[in-house]
């Protein structure tokens, strides 16, 4: 008997979510015998929701919601002996990692590709003893994503966390930074460190062009120095994905890295604040399977 788990988020795309349900759910209901609908009410529900599918064995979960009940729902899937196919509504601000796996942006249009059951195999990062998908950063930049409103995200989308950024220039104060990786170490000072898993950060699908969802690395930027005239040519090369190229930008691929700083920071997880330096990071390559649009041919 095929199970099916929706985790849904409810206040997610000005409550859009609860006006989709009825159509996921039908949609899920015409390749699997049973569809459990699963409504989150506080932090941690959509990890223990997805863990507990794991547990049932349930063949699907999926996720209804931003990148947040995506970074939970993942949290509950990683590492688990039975992992159900993973799918997502995205209804999100940004949608980062749906936007990665090229599945469409707009809801309905989500719903309709679950029936084709195309997958792809994709990577998820663990960092110490949690998981994520898409990105780690440190610096002042990466800690005014916090401030970013609601209502600025209503209003500017992923901008918004382009002008956060910005005002955070004001009071730049570089920070002493130790990566070791794959290749080596890098030791020095710093205004940002970003960290990739995919090519799409905070909405920007070219900040790492070369990350793919499935190649087992993280795509590492160090940013040393923001100067008004280096920023000025920073942020194009940012828009069309030639940041590596930036001669203030240092870029490293591996596949796990470990960060200290000698100064009190905190890494930001996929947008939210998670815990001080120093940090431990590395990829679980091709851990989860995801539902993915189909191809032209596979469509007939």
């Given at each position: 008997m095929k199970k099916a788990m929706i985790i849904v988020n409810p206040s997610s795309g000005k409550e859009q979510a609860m006006e989709l349900l009825p159509e996921?759910?039908?949609v899920l209901q015409t390749f699997h015998d049973e569809v459990l609908v699963c409504e989150t009410k506080k932090e941690g529900d959509a990890a223990a929701f997805a863990k507990n599918a794991c547990e049932q064995h349930y063949d699907t979960v999926l996720s209804m919601g931003g990148d947040g009940t995506v970074n939970e729902a993942v949290n509950g899937l990683a590492e688990q002996?039975?992992?159900?196919?993973?799918?997502?509504?995205?209804?999100?601000?940004?949608?980062?990692?749906?936007r990665a796996l090229q599945i469409p942006l707009d809801s309905e249009e989500a719903i309709r590709i679950l029936p084709y059951e195309k997958f792809r195999k994709a990577d998820i990062g663990k960092i110490n003893h949690q998981y994520f998908m898409n990105v780690l950063a440190v610096g002042a930049i990466a800690e005014?994503?916090?401030?970013?409103?609601?209502?600025?995200?209503?209003?500017?989308?992923?901008?918004?966390?382009?002008?956060?950024?910005?005002?955070?220039?004001?009071?730049?104060?570089?920070?002493?930074?130790?990566?070791?990786?794959?290749?080596?170490?890098?030791?020095?000072?710093?205004?940002?460190?970003?960290?990739?898993?995919?090519?799409?950060?905070?909405?920007?699908?070219?900040?790492?062009?070369?990350?793919?969802?499935?190649?087992?690395?993280?795509h590492v930027y160090i940013i040393k120095n923001i100067s008004l005239p280096g920023t000025l040519k920073l942020f194009p090369k940012l828009f069309k994905g030639e940041l590596q190229e930036h001669s203030d930008v240092t870029y490293i691929q591996s596949s796990s890295l470990d960060v200290s700083s000698s100064?009190?920071?905190?890494?930001?997880?996929?947008?939210?604040?998670?815990?001080?330096?120093?940090?431990?990071?590395?990829?679980?390559?091709?851990?989860?399977?995801?539902?993915?649009?189909p191809n032209e041919e596979e469509k007939v």
């Open positions: 996921a759910e039908r002996e039975h992992r159900p196919h993973f799918g997502i509504i995205p209804l999100g601000t940004v949608n980062d990692f749906a005014a994503s916090y401030n970013v409103s609601t209502d600025q995200k209503t209003k500017l989308g992923p901008l918004a966390y382009f002008v956060e950024g910005m005002k955070a220039l004001a009071n730049k104060t570089p920070f002493s930074l130790k990566i070791s990786h794959d290749e080596g170490t890098w030791e020095g000072n710093a205004y940002l460190l970003v960290a990739a898993m995919t090519n799409s950060v905070g909405g920007f699908e070219k900040l790492a062009p070369q990350a793919e969802v499935d190649d087992g690395r993280l100064e009190t920071m905190a890494v930001n997880i996929d947008g939210d604040e998670g815990e001080p330096l120093p940090f431990t990071a590395s990829v679980l390559s091709r851990h989860i399977s995801v539902f993915v649009p």
